[in-house]
């Protein structure tokens, strides 16, 4: 396909990156010559120096042959007018990227249906929901949801006293009895492999397991983490009370959470104040420990950093971690300093470039991609897709398809039913599967299910 992509900031890259090792036609715009230049040196993409809301610009960059429009600027109103120019010449996919609420809140009064865009995608938004999963989820750095919830996708981390500890994945199957999951994954390091029967999982890894919602209570006992849900109104602490800490702090208000948010502005308290019923907001400086300690952030479940910088984020969140919080999590959007993040202390480190890029690549799919995540630091990705009805991979043994390497299949739901395949498992018009694929086997995993 073509792809015609404006904005060579994050979000631009990343899904340049991503597009373009798949071996779609990628054009990049943007008026940074520098940005263009770095990107042509590191990536297969053909580089325009313009504004991408000049028609001048997008027919020099072949909009009247463009299959997909992705404006992500750092400018709604660039990013809208832009799609706006894709529609008059009959471009057939148009993606957005903006950040304010008048265009993406439930009250929007230009919505997408009335400015033609298939898609707007608010990364503050996207990326408060997955911090939200974060925090409910005791133990976990990563957490995505499929099938309307009920498969879950979590990334543990292994410490020494872990029972996984130095396990092999054989090992493990014969042993767990009950817990119906699948570890679908192993990062070590830089790498990141789909481990195999006689794997062993060590510490200092991270795995990945496919699990349904329901199994989850007896999951985390076997991974002993029961320990970790000290109450059954959990408190949690929120530094930064932009609009990714209200929306986590609504989020969260919805669960009965003890949430207490932190800002350092005194009038934004007291907004904040006004629109949130049960949360406390404290007015204070992240650093300023003292003040914390005195508000019971030494007994926070969660402590959760969202300011608009990330070495605060990150410098805070170990501090209350280092006073007693038992977990601590942060918003981080540097590409370099969320691989970092982990290794300093921190329980997970979110981006909202991947929030955002994740929900642009699901309209660039092929077949039937319903959803999908990215997972950050290896540039894999779980999709769910349908089967389709008359397809040539119906009713036949996983082990007989030739499943593409570098892939696996996590969970197969039928109806109200679900399965943690077999090789002996078969495929059904209509069934949902949850695959976590490596970058390099995306594309023929794509074309599996076409």
Known sequence: MKILIIGAGQVGYFLCERLSLEGHEVTLIDRDSDHLQRTQDRLNVMGIVGNGASAESLEQAG????DIFIAVTDMDEVNILACLLAREYDVPTRVARVKSIEYSG????????????????????????????????????????????????????????????????KELGEIRGIYRFVVTAISRGDKTIIPRGDDTIQAGDRIFIFAHQRDMPAIQ???????????????????????????????????????????????????????????MVIHADGTDIRTLIDEGVENADVFIAVTDNDETNILCSLLCKKHGARRALALVNNPELVNLAPTLGLDASVSPRLAAAGAILKYVRRGGVISLATVEGSNSEVLEIEVKQGSGIENKTLQDLHFPAGAIIGAIVRGTTYEIPSGESRLKGGDRV????????????????E
Do not use: W
């Not at 990563?142 to 099938?147: L, N, P, W």
């Not at 076997?222 to 609009?243: A, N």
């Not at 949850?434 to 299910?449: D, N, W």
């Open 63 to 66: 909009i009247k042959d463009t």
């Open 106 to 169: 439930g009250g929007a009064v230009l919505s997408k249906e009335k400015l033609g865009i298939d898609l707007l995608i608010n990364p503050d938004d996207a990326v408060a929901e997955e911090i939200s999963k974060i925090a409910c989820r005791s133990g976990a750095f990563d957490v995505a949801e499929f099938v309307e919830g009920q498969i879950q996708f979590i990334g543990y981390r292994i410490g020494e006293s872990s029972p996984l500890c130095d396990l092999t994945l």
């Open 434 to 449: 949850v695959i976590f694929a490596l970058p390099g086997a995306l594309a023929k995993v794509e074309r599996f299910f």
């Open 221 to 279: 006992y076997m991974l002993k983490l029961e320990e970790e849900q000290v109450s059954k109104k959990p408190r949690i602490f929120i530094l930064g009370g932009g609009h990714i800490g209200l929306r986590i702090a609504e989020m969260l208000e919805k669960r009965r959470f003890d949430v207490r948010l932190v800002d350092r502005n005194e009038n934004r308290c007291h907004k904040l104040s006004a629109k949130l019923s049960r949360t």
